[in-house]
């Protein structure tokens, strides 16, 4: 399942459990197209250049249609359960999917031809490009026992990975390089850049999101503590607030600037107890946080 607004704000892609990608026109409130998959819908992704729509189903199939019309534009089935799909806009559209492959493949948009594949020695759990389409972060890890062991070692290779993506829009293993690594003690399962690209943040079953800044090699600027497990990022557009879904069933909005925060309760779910963030460990990130991007 997945929601993804287009870039103006005005369209929402959503994908579910009945086989269906549907684009809705929110002003309007009215369905622009409906597609069916052979299986339930695990992820879907708005190019930043707002002309395509991309999902990938239970089968590890990836689709891309045209926004304007639906039409299908191109279509590739991968190895590995897929975990995670994004997008991004450039010289080149891509769009890179996350598997229990540990591997993170590179396709061109909108026919799906490959470009790379990436390495990330964990499940890629969650993928994100900065704004403007010169890196791409992917969260993950191992856990073979579904959440069941608490104190996972260094082998279940729970990290946040960063590659550069060239600029230049090349279309072979020269396209993609490793930028870096960021270790974390528990399984992640989102990762956002802030629309300024000078922020990233990345969450998971540590109940927590770190923040890091991108211009410092991706030091720790701050920690926010949740009140559980984290499985969803999403930054405003003027990057001032941060909402985090939790594995509580419950929506946490951060006041990044203030570092203060208010809880969103779910119909039907219980109430989670507010907790207060950890003082930050770097300085100048607040600026970082209103910065526009490059």
Request: net charge negative; aromatic share 6%; with cysteine.
């Amino acid at each position: 399942m997945g929601l993804a607004l287009s870039p103006t704000g005005d369209k929402l892609v959503a994908g579910g459990e009945d086989c269906s990608v549907v684009l809705w026109d929110l002003s309007a409130r009215a369905k622009l197209f409906e597609a069916k998959a052979d299986a339930p819908i695990k992820a879907v992704a708005y190019s930043p250049s707002g002309l395509y729509v991309a999902a990938v189903d239970a089968d590890s199939a990836v689709t891309v249609w045209m926004a304007s019309d639906g039409e299908e534009m191109g279509g590739v089935d991968v190895k590995g359960d897929v975990l995670s799909l994004a997008m991004s806009a450039g010289r080149r559209e891509l769009v890179a999917v996350g598997t229990t492959n540990k591997t993170v493949t590179l396709f061109s948009a909108p026919d799906l031809e490959t470009i790379t594949t990436l390495m990330h020695d964990g499940q890629a759990r969650s993928l994100a490009f900065s704004p403007d389409g010169t890196m791409l972060a992917g969260g993950g890890g191992t856990d073979d026992m579904h959440g069941l062991m608490t104190n996972k070692g260094r082998d279940h290779k729970m990290k946040t990975v960063i590659w550069q993506i060239a600029a230049d829009g090349a279309a072979d293993s020269s396209s993609a390089k490793h930028l870096a690594d960021v270790e974390f003690d528990n399984v992640l399962h989102a990762t956002a850049f802030a629309p300024s690209g000078k922020l990233l943040a990345v969450g998971g079953e540590s109940c927590e999101v770190a923040v890091l800044l991108v211009d410092r090699g991706f030091e720790r600027a701050t920690t926010l503590q949740c009140a559980a497990g984290v499985r969803c990022l999403a930054w405003s557009p003027d990057v001032r607030f941060l909402a985090v879904g939790g594995e509580d069933m419950q929506i946490s909005i951060w006041d990044i600037a203030e570092e203060t925060f208010w809880r969103c309760s779910c119909p039907k779910q219980r109430t989670g107890t507010a907790v207060s963030p950890s003082p930050p460990t770097g300085s100048g990130w607040r600026a970082a946080a209103s910065a526009p991007a490059k």
